[in-house]
């Protein structure tokens, strides 16, 4: 009897030890998570202490907080954005390795300056978007977009429109504003947005197509005022100023960041990232960071956000011709 007893006992524990050891025992790591059981890298393709850079540090703070795993900005810059960029794409999509896609993503490869497009991404969700704002000198004879558009009308290259470089994101809005309302204006490069606000704030030149928070400080000192927004909806800092759609004018224009990885994630890791980067983006210490950046905070998830860099490629695109930047 005690024989069979102890027999008993010894399959038993054989049997405890089959299934403990196929993870059915009660152990402190049996509910780790599968994925991400290490830390996580983000590339950024512009340099350190930057709007993109700033804006990405904070969503990787929030993002930690769902995964529970560290994540590391790494700065990857040259090239107008196309390193820190493709190294995203090139990246092995195994899920510890994201990163922050920028508007130059849907400007270079027409200019020959990469060899790949938005396609070869996976875009999980767009963080912000800041929308270009037609600023004028305060003493401007002109209150609305429709009356600028009629003294443009009136008056061919009278008006110099100042913005940043060749090719860059606000010389295309300049370049969209003109070829949607069939304007003739002459468009003014500076060093940023920064030096061609200075230049309008003193009289030198006629606009800006710039975001509002790069206008912003001579906005508040009364130096220039704000006409329109190329946005869909009003800015919550300047609710009184109306948007280009309010006037009449179906003109939507913004600079944007977003997050993406490579392709070929296996979808139930790529669920849980999305996830959690779409929970950070409620948190309130990164609303917060936002809005001390004066950073527009634009939410789209991933289905929204791949037509909407399709949507934006095209405009791009069509307005880069349109100014001469392209064939």
Not at 87 to 107: C, H, Q, V
Not at 183 to 188: F, P, S, T, W
Not at 296 to 309: C, H, I, Q
């Amino acid at each position: 009897m005690r024989k069979l007893i102890f027999s008993a006992l010894i399959c038993l524990l054989l049997v405890n030890a089959v299934i403990f050891a196929a993870g059915g025992g009660q152990s402190s790591g049996s509910s780790a998570p599968a994925f991400p059981r290490n830390n996580i890298t983000m590339i950024c393709p512009w340099a350190a202490g930057g709007g993109t850079d700033a804006i990405l540090r904070a969503l990787s703070q929030a993002t930690e907080k769902q995964l529970g795993v560290t994540i590391t900005v790494e700065n990857r810059t040259g090239g107008a954005g196309a390193i820190g960029h493709a190294a995203i794409k090139n990246a092995r999509p195994d899920g510890y390795t994201m990163g922050m896609i920028t508007f130059e993503l849907n400007s270079l490869p027409q200019q020959g300056l990469i060899d790949f497009t938005y396609e070869d991404f996976d875009p999980l969700i767009r963080v912000n978007a800041d929308a270009a704002a037609l600023s004028v000198h305060a003493n401007a004879p002109y209150n609305t977009v429709k009356e600028f558009v009629d003294y443009a009308k009136k008056n061919p290259g009278a008006i110099s429109i100042g913005n940043s470089a060749p090719g860059s994101v606000w010389h295309v809005a300049a370049g969209l504003l003109a070829s949607e309302t069939g304007i003739d204006v002459k468009h003014i490069a500076f060093e940023g947005a920064a030096p061609a606000v200075t230049a309008l704030a003193g009289g030198h030149i006629q606009a800006v197509s710039v975001s509002l928070a790069e206008v912003k400080s001579q906005l508040d000192a009364g130096n220039v005022k704000c006409i329109g927004i190329m946005d869909n909806q009003r800015s919550k800092l300047y609710p009184n100023i109306p948007t280009f759609i309010d006037q009449g004018f179906n003109i939507t224009y913004f600079v944007w960041r977003g997050i993406a990885a490579p392709k070929g994630i296996a979808p139930a890791n790529r669920e849980i990232l999305v996830k959690a980067l779409s929970e950070a983006m409620k948190d309130p210490a990164f609303l917060e960071q936002a809005d001390r950046l004066n950073l527009n905070v634009s939410y789209l998830p991933s289905a929204e956000y791949k037509a909407f860099l399709k949507d934006n490629f095209e405009a791009v695109t069509k307005t880069m011709k349109e100014i001469g930047l392209i064939n």
